[in-house]
T-cell receptor, first 116, second 113 residues
Framework: KQEVTQIPAALSVPEGENLVLNCSFT??????LQWFRQDPGKGLTSLLL?????REQTSGRLNASLDKSSGRSTLYIAASQPGDSATYLC???????????????FGKGTTLSVSS | EAGVVQSPRYKIIEKKQPVAFWCNPI?????LYWYRQNLGQGPELLIR????????DSQLPKDRFSAERLKGVDSTLKIQPAELGDSAVYLC???????????FGPGTRLTVT
């Protein structure tokens, strides 16, 4: 059964720092991996989607990498800002035998706090 | 382009009462998902639709939960009767098709007292 783990559970940094959020998954058979942001009391906002054949994706100050063989992904945030404060969730779309398409399996998230 | 729309945003009910949640996915998205998110946890799938067909409902507690997606567009998730443990945020998501990026609605926060 696919399991997704995110470390650390919480992180506090001063404004301007570069930081890395970690995600690991137990089964390398995935279609893709997605990083989301969730603000308190809100839904999920998709940040980056990495297909299983890709190694990384970039969007502005965000860079996500994928090492499928080792079951790891990282989300790099450059020059952090107070507006980056939120919970960041990692999710994988697992390959399931005899099933065309699957839903996402999520980690519990990393709650980031950036102080000014 | 409008995002995924959900209503209501908040609902407080007493246990044993029924409740229903509504979702309107992004136009043209064939795949619709209902997830449940408990406090401090990631979302977990309840049911997945491909057009109007429920293709994965293995995690849906069928004794009290039901869902439908008429005409392959809007969807309704119902709980009857609600239990205290059903308190959670119910999220709807949609995607163009399998394996594509999923877009989430704002969720419905359910409190069962």
């Amino acid at each position: 059964k696919q399991e997704v783990t995110q470390i650390p559970a919480a992180l506090s940094v001063p404004e301007g720092e570069n930081l890395v959020l970690n995600c690991s998954f137990t089964d390398s058979a995935i279609y893709n991996l997605q990083w989301f942001r969730q603000d308190p009391g809100k839904g999920l906002t998709s940040l980056l989607l990495i297909q299983s054949s890709q190694r990384e994706q970039t969007s502005g100050r965000l860079n996500a990498s994928l090492d499928k063989s080792s079951g790891r992904s990282t989300l790099y945030i450059a020059a952090s800002q107070p507006g980056d404060s939120a919970t960041y969730l990692c999710a994988v779309s697992p390959v399931v035998a005899n099933q065309a398409g699957t839903a996402l399996i999520f980690g519990k998230g990393t709650t980031l706090s950036v102080s000014s | 382009e409008a995002g995924v729309v959900q209503s209501p945003r908040y609902k407080i009910i007493e246990k044993k009462q029924p409740v229903a949640f509504w979702c309107n996915p992004i136009s043209g998205h064939n795949t619709l998902y209902w997830y449940r998110q408990n406090l401090g946890q990631g979302p977990e799938l309840l049911i997945r639709y491909e057009n109007e067909e429920a293709v994965d409902d293995s995690q849906l507690p069928k004794d009290r939960f039901s869902a439908e997606r008429l005409k392959g567009v809007d969807s309704t998730l119902k709980i009857q009767p609600a239990e205290l443990g059903d308190s959670a945020v119910y999220l709807c998501a949609s995607s163009l098709d399998n394996f594509y990026e999923q877009y989430f609605g704002p969720g419905t926060r359910l409190t069962v007292t």
